[in-house]
């Protein structure tokens, strides 16, 4: 019980406090561009340091040294902010039906 006193009234200290033209969500998006994109650096900075001899390895760390440069798709852009079309509206009532 203790907890969730706590919690409800720094949250509601935190929306009087908060400055109002600080965007949250946007910060909370960038942050985690930043951690997506430090993960990527580091497991392939981690995959490229292992010593390989075969020709299979070596391919594929061509393979990932190429993608490391690209963003992957699924990182760039999410599914739902791709597609523009806005959204249907419903069909108005026909006079008959008042």
Known sequence: MFLL???FWLTVMFLIIAPKDYDLGKSV???SQD?????QKA???QILA??????????GKAALTELA????PSIDMPMQDTSNTPVPL???RPDRMG
Do not use: Q, T, Y
């Open 50 to 59: 292992s010593d390989c001899s075969s020709f299979e390895c070596a391919g």
């Open 69 to 72: 440069g690209n963003k992957f």
């Open 35 to 39: 951690a997506l994109d430090a993960g």
């Open 90 to 92: 419903p069909r108005p």
């Open 29 to 31: 998006a960038d942050a």
């Open 43 to 45: 497991i392939v900075a």
């Open 5 to 7: 006193r706590s919690a």
